[in-house]
């Protein structure tokens, strides 16, 4: 593991506590990928765990978080979850023993746990479930599901990125217990899609919703999506009710969404959108970065700024009284500059307006 990391479980260490790193660093390392998100779980308490590193903040479930370098870790004391309500245990204890702390996790690659030496502890036997590629829940399917149905989601993320195959009897569980993620919130969901359609094997992962039935249950619609690296891009090919999206990133999916359905890429539209919203949707029609920068410098103007003529100038230029017609008149021009038919010059703008 990394020395940053070495080092804060020594830190927890040598205030007489155990601590592991858990979940997905241990699992990705375990697979030779790289994350920089790190989970540690211990025994120590979160009173223990903010006196040893000077620090405040916990979270909901008493987690303690700290950001080291590029690691974000989070610590969390080994837990029993008593009851859960909705999802959220509204009833844990904390205890002493690491395997009764790993036994609540979701899957068996999720609950093996490194030392302070690299050495692996696994007594649920992820590792063989990590070899063998698969996703296998902890304890009985369908009881872990309705407990927290985001597990389903996860189970799908997982088997997406990773490329695993999902073990039988939590397939049919997750099969069965669908309708549940009705009650996830709609933040969650949006979390765990977004993983499933970055990755290379988003069609796996969007194919294993529909046979679930979680495109019905959840509300969400899409044929044939196509990769593009951009996640705006992946959403803009799925039609989604209520997703909490910033405006800015509604914005982006409404306007790539309509190229896309525009179908081809003219000077007009990379005019009208922008270079970033039009890359993006020609990655999904097939058409390079490179053909849409080359049309964008070709591009006579870039905004309605650089026409020549200003809404001043064309009340001069033909002497009319009606202010509200410059408007309809500089779209006309700026339309026929875009496509080529005007020049965007003072001489060329005068004719064309005298003329017309
Ligand atoms: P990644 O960080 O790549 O998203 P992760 O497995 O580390 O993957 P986290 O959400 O960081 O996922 O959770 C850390 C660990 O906490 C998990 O590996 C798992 O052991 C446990 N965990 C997380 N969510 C759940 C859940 N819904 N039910 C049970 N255990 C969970
Ligand atoms: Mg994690």
């Not at 040598?14 to 601590?19: N, Q, S």
């Not at 390392?29 to 903010?50: E, M, Q, W, Y």
């Not at 270079?275 to 920068?293: D, E």
Request: charged content about 30%.
């Amino acid at each position: 593991m990394d020395k940053i990391i070495k080092k804060v479980i020594q830190q927890i260490q040598d205030a007489g506590f155990k601590a592991y790193v858990v979940g997905g660093y241990t699992r990705d390392s375990l697979l030779g990928r790289i994350t920089f998100d790190v989970d540690i779980c211990t025994n120590a308490l979160p009173k223990d765990i903010h006196a040893i590193f000077n620090i405040s903040n916990s979270n909901n479930y008493g987690g303690s978080n700290l950001k080291i370098g590029k690691f974000n870790i989070d610590i969390t004391t080994f837990r029993k979850e008593l009851k859960y309500v909705g999802r959220k245990p509204v009833l844990m204890e904390y205890i002493d023993d690491l395997k009764m702390d790993l036994i609540r996790r979701d899957f068996t690659i999720n609950a093996i746990v490194m030392d302070e030496n690299d050495a692996f502890i696994d007594p649920l036997n992820g590792i063989s479930d990590l070899e063998k590629r698969i996703i296998k829940i902890i304890g009985n399917p369908e009881e872990r599901l309705k407990e927290d149905p985001l597990r389903i989601l996860r189970a799908i993320r997982f088997a997406t990125v990773l490329d695993f195959e999902i073990e039988d009897s939590l397939y049919r569980a997750m099969k069965a217990c669908a309708g549940y993620t009705a009650t996830l919130s709609k933040m969650r969901i949006k979390q765990e899609m977004s993983k499933i359609l970055l990755s290379k094997n988003f069609k796996n992962g969007l194919k294993m919703m529909k046979e679930l039935g979680l495109d019905q249950v959840l509300g969400i619609t899409y044929e044939d999506v196509i990769f593009t690296n951009d996640l705006q891009g992946m959403w803009a090919q799925v039609k989604i009710c209520d997703i909490p999206f910033t405006n800015t990133e509604k914005s982006n999916i409404i306007k790539i969404a309509e190229v896309v359905q525009l179908g081809e890429i003219s000077m007009a539209t990379v005019y009208k959108y922008g270079l970033y919203v039009t890359t993006t949707a020609g990655s999904i029609l097939g058409v390079s970065a490179n053909t849409i920068n080359k049309m964008y410098k070709e591009l006579p103007i870039k905004e309605r700024k650089d026409i020549v003529v200003s809404g001043k100038d064309i009340i001069e230029i033909l002497a009319i009284e009606d202010k509200r017609s410059v408007r309809f008149i500089l779209d006309d021009i700026e339309e026929k500059i875009v496509n080529g038919i005007l020049e965007n010059s003072r001489v060329a703008i005068e004719n064309y307006l005298k003329n017309k």
